[in-house]
């Protein structure tokens, strides 16, 4: 079982459900930093030939299509992580639909290529979006990877699935859940954003060889702004600002140790060799269409 690698691309200032935050009206005014961080993670995977997943912002994509083209260019996959950074369950049904078909469109339209693969901000698909399977089905994607199968800030949706699985009415769609290990009786994640930067290496290695070894790929995932000490901050409070920025210095060295000891595909690899043995889950999300 191998590992998939993933980037959320977003810029430093695209952090979710916070009062002081900019509003998008004002995120062209603002100093971007992606461009030199996106830059810089696809030259450390390079450094080991370690093709990932890129969850590009459309948003992103529109202002800076080269960043696109760049990462096709080195054999990585583009999927979509929405237009324009909103929570799922902000959304309406057809608010939603309208922005994956709209982020899907930009970033097909930029890549040259198909775009499979939706990530939700915030991993914010919950119990109160019964519709969000049906509609990014109906919008044309072949997988997710939104479901964090543990509590979190933005919800998580605890259906008892931690591995990837088959659903809807064909079974031709694959959710791909957050990794997360059970450490006395809790799902805890090590692999990404800032649990990630929080637990120390060795404790990541760990928890990465016991979740292969139960059969299930482990899914990584890190944000540009994650290996920029230097980008600028914003107000927040003090639990929310350790969750943003702790060890922001050490989070590329770890990056590279992930990818040099683990073998790292996309998912697109891994649902061409390996989709057609994953179980099939008949849940009611997978059905559930309101457009």
Known sequence: MKCIFSIDVEDWFHILDLTTAPEMAQWDALPSRVERNFWKL???????????????????????????????????????????HRLVYQMTPHEFFEDAV????????????????????????TEDTPWFFGNLIAAGYRYDSSVFPAPRGHGGLRNGQIAPYRLGPAAEFVEF??????VAGRSICFFGGGYLRFFPYP??????????????????????????????????????????????????DKIRKVVSEFEMVTFREFLETEATILPHNDERYAISQEL
């Open 42 to 84: 696809l030259d450390v995977l390079s450094e080991t030939n370690t093709r990932v997943t890129c969850f590009f912002l459309s948003w992103i994509a529109d202002r800076f299509p080269h960043l696109v083209r760049e990462a096709v260019a080195r054999g990585h996959e583009i999927a979509s992580h929405g237009a324009i």
């Open 102 to 125: 709209r982020s899907k469109k930009t970033l097909e339209d930029v890549s040259g290529q198909p775009v499979l693969g939706y990530r939700a901000s915030g991993f914010s698909v």
């Open 177 to 182: 859940p957050m990794s997360v290990e059970s």
């Open 203 to 252: 404790i990541v290695k760990i928890m990465t060889r016991r979740v292969l070894n139960q059969g299930r790929p482990v899914i990584f995932y890190v944000h540009p702004r994650e290996i920029d000490p230097e980008h600028p901050r914003l107000p927040m409070g003090w639990k929310r600002r350790f969750k943003c920025y702790v060890n922001l210095s050490s989070t590329e």
